[in-house]
């Protein structure tokens, strides 16, 4: 169970990344229901004010000896060419060897990487770093084009707002969709993009006026166990087909159809774990017209039968 989170600052802080793991971590959300978290900032340094990216200092209060025993040791990212603390790599490698998860956002792959802990597993960072993360490290395979990739106890994510999404992933795996919606609803973004989304678009951005398509995705959401169409869809926004394939592909980094399924899957996870509707009605609440269409679309998102995910995830077990 995710209770103990433990950031590592180490120069030069990621001043954004280790924000990232602040608000999802560090913030007390008990009044929305959200378990507390023991969340620890640590450094070989404390107390002293850490040289930052972005010119400011920031201040660890406690050892690294604090974050030993915690269930996820987090790297916000930092230097991509090192030298890292011989204490710091120890740490991680102690944390995996004694059960623990390790989670890096952006660059700090590269700590991840110089522990030895991406040796043979799949891994992200911020494209422009993922040739020379390859490059330095053969052992890993590195995947540009993720927003995020869980491989066992590491969790690697791209840049920036990605490590959101990581978190999030990870707080959703751990303790539930619910938790997970409750704080991303605090944060006001998206409570789930699927970690196979791309990093960036290399359709250009419209030049046209455009102010977004977040009313018609929510829209959507509260509406999954419709019918719904690229042509429907298009319609709706006012758009043309073809405008609106290349500007949903530019806003949101997936295309209509792929978005749609992630999120189907999101509510029949949601419906897995609250409910004891049998997957049949799962499968139709969530848009899917079958369960064996459920099955299908759910096994290759989460890697296992929605009956094998109730058993492990619902708060009751429900009947399959």
Known sequence: MLRTVAVVAEEPVATFELGVLCEVFGVDRTDDGVPPFDFRVC?????????????????????????????????????????????VLDL???????????????????????????????????WR????????????????????????????????????DACLHLVRSELGSEVATRIARRMVVPPHRSGGQRQFVETPLPTEPCEGLQELLEWVSER??????????????????????????????????RWLTSQRVLR????????????????????????????????RQIGVPPVAYRRAFAHEPGVG
């Open 43 to 87: 450094s070989t340094r404390p107390g002293e004010v850490l040289r930052t990216t972005t010119g400011m200092g920031v201040v660890a209060p406690l050892p690294l000896e604090s974050a030993r025993g915690a269930d996820l040791v987090a790297i916000p990212g930092g230097a991509v060419d090192g030298p890292y603390h011989p204490a």
């Open 92 to 126: 991680l490698r102690d944390t995996v060897a004694s059960g623990g998860r390790v989670l890096s956002v952006c660059s700090g792959a590269f700590q991840l990487a110089a522990a030895g802990l991406l040796d043979g597993r799949e891994c992200a960072t911020h």
């Open 129 to 164: 770093h993922a040739a020379q993360l390859a490059a330095e490290n053969p052992g890993a395979r590195v995947d540009l084009d993720v927003l995020y990739v869980e491989d066992g106890p590491v969790l690697t994510s791209a840049g920036t707002a990605a490590g959101i």
């Open 224 to 257: 999954l166990d419709e019918e719904h169409s690229i042509p429907s869809l298009a319609r709706r926004a006012a758009l043309s087909e073809r405008t609106f394939a290349r500007r949903f592909a530019a806003e949101v980094g997936t295309t209509p159809h």
């Open 268 to 299: 029949a996870r949601h419906l897995l774990e609250s409910t004891d509707l049998d997957v049949e009605h799962v499968a139709h609440a969530s848009g899917f017209a079958t369960a064996a269409v459920l099955r299908h679309h759910f096994q």
